[in-house]
């Protein structure tokens, strides 16, 4: 890594490798992710309530979306904890950005991902890739 960023003449000082990534995030934060996206909830009290309620307004969150997205929440929520810890001084942060199909994820869970991994950060640039690590360069 050291030497990509002296090849693109970036001046770094220090390099932090982070591990703790897949580590659950603080049950403070995790309250606070629950409680943004509660006004846009729709609980399922039945499948074929629920159902009705979701065709009429496609972009509220179920239940079962919630389950089926609970891992990637957890993982922005833990993304923007290790970013207040590691990157609260920077200038300028860059990270991508989550990616969502469309019709898969509902417009308000998408949102709340943004929101939640930007909170209280300095300026973010969220660059839009492929979810892989790629740094590409003519020699």
């Known amino acids: 890594m050291q030497s990509l960023l002296e090849k693109f003449r970036i001046k ?6 982070i591990d703790e990534l897949n580590s659950k995030p603080s049950e403070q934060n995790w309250t606070a992710f629950k409680n ?7 609980h399922e009290a039945g499948k074929d309530e629920a159902s009705a309620q979701r065709t009429e307004n496609s972009r509220m969150i179920t239940d079962s979306e919630l389950e089926m ?5 957890t993982l922005q929520v833990r993304l923007n904890e290790l970013l207040q810890e590691n990157s609260k001084s920077a200038n ?15 417009d308000h869970l998408y949102m709340a991902w943004l929101d939640i991994l930007t909170k209280n950060l300095p300026p973010t640039l969220l660059i839009r890739g492929n979810q892989k ?4 360069f003519y020699s």
């Open 12 to 17: 770094c000082v220090d390099i932090n490798v």
């Open 69 to 73: 997205f609970e891992e990637k929440s």
């Open 92 to 106: 300028l942060i860059i990270v991508s950005m989550p990616i969502a199909r469309k019709e898969a994820v509902s």
């Open 36 to 42: 943004m996206i509660e006004p846009f909830c729709i």
């Open 133 to 136: 690590s790629v740094l590409t």
